[in-house]
């Protein structure tokens, strides 16, 4: 029961966010793109290559 209500969030949220189940079929079995920005907090840049077979979670967030 509590999976798949986790699974039901996680859709909502990807779905809210612009992925939608089109866009994230699509990405499956793809290579992440690169994470870019201006500035990192917490540690110095990172690439997908030093990230690859590790369990990676990214929150973004911005000051509104």
Known sequence: MLRHALAALLTAVLTEAGAGAAGAQARIG?????VTGEQWLNSDPLSMAGLRGRVVLIDFWTYG
């Open 30 to 34: 793809q290579p992440a793109p690169e």
